[in-house]
């Protein structure tokens, strides 16, 4: 069956690439499930973990996507387990171990809100949390494929510190306020840009119209946290010239295109390249926070 065709081939490959295989396939996993809230696909399987009661549902496109987000997530989860089991028994840092455990609980938890998300109607603070959560899981597999590709966390890179952390931080606020968004079907509370409805303030001013409000002005106030990052690396001469760069042009791309995703009236192509692009930038910005060194204590 699959899951033994999966177990037998992961046991022949090296452990660098299964572990980035698994980064993959988890990115993968986040940008199919906003597919399915972007479809409004989120109740194609009405029940759980079945589809109908049955394994072999009928072929709608609202249940191929919900359907198609359960399989995706089950073939991740045994390439997760795997990575983590062999990463427990053989950790090739000293953090990897630790890590490995703390990425099973939020397995575990991830899984568990994925049936809560479904029997109570995708209640938009479980989808939020769901969806932070696949964040912290993709950050801690990062981490592992790292450690198992001979990553050296630079400690010399001081002045990047705090910026990466405040980038990460800021950025993981606006991928929860996003998340918020969406699943609250707020997206075009503020439907003009860069005013929110007549004026440029929220009026009126209800929960949905300062949530867009707040999400949008949060990701221009981002803008310079991002543009400092390439500012430092090249005032001190640090070998980041290139991704911290990228880092900049990818989140000036989002936020183009969530502007553009307004004025468009939330177009299904925009909203899902927006997500998926969001997604990458938060595992970019990840790994270059851990090539400066900024979270070495969590490594120790």
């Not at 840092?93 to 991830?110: D, E, G, N």
Request: proline residues 4%; glycine residues 8%.
């Amino acid at each position: 069956n699959l899951r033994v065709e999966i177990v037998l081939y992961t046991g022949v490959m090296n452990m660098k690439t299964l572990a980035w295989i698994t980064v993959g396939l988890t990115y993968l996993l986040m940008v199919w499930g906003n597919l399915v809230s972007t479809t409004g696909s989120g109740l194609g399987c009405p029940d759980w973990p079945l589809c109908y009661g049955t394994v072999f549902p009928p072929l709608q496109k609202e249940v191929i996507f919900e359907w198609g987000h359960r399989w995706i997530a089950l073939i991740t989860a045994i390439f997760i387990l795997i990575t983590l089991i062999k990463t427990i028994k053989k950790p090739p840092q000293a953090f990897s171990k630790k890590y490995a455990f703390a990425i099973l609980v939020l397995l575990a938890i991830q899984i568990l809100l994925g049936g809560i998300t479904v029997f109570l109607k995708l209640s938009i603070l479980a989808s939020t949390i769901h969806l932070l959560i696949a964040c912290l899981v993709l950050s801690g597999l990062i981490s592992i494929a790292c450690s198992y590709s001979g990553f050296n966390f630079q400690l010399n890179y001081q002045p990047l510190h705090l910026l990466s952390k405040a980038a990460l931080v800021g950025l993981l606020i606006q991928l929860a306020l996003g998340g918020l968004l969406r699943h609250s079907h707020a997206g075009l509370a503020c439907s003009q840009f860069p005013n929110c409805l007549e004026s440029f303030f929220p009026i009126p001013l209800t929960f949905e119209t300062s949530l867009a409000f707040i999400h949008r002005w949060w990701g221009i106030i981002m803008i310079g946290v991002f543009i400092h990052l390439p500012l430092k690396v090249f005032k001190n001469s640090y070998p980041l010239k290139k991704l911290s760069f990228f880092l900049l042009i990818l989140f000036i791309l989002q936020i183009i295109l969530g502007v553009t995703n307004v004025l468009f009236g939330l177009h299904t192509h925009i909203r899902a390249t927006h997500a998926a692009l969001g997604y990458a930038l938060w595992g970019l910005l990840f790994y270059f926070s851990l090539k400066t060194g900024a979270l070495h204590k969590w490594f120790m």
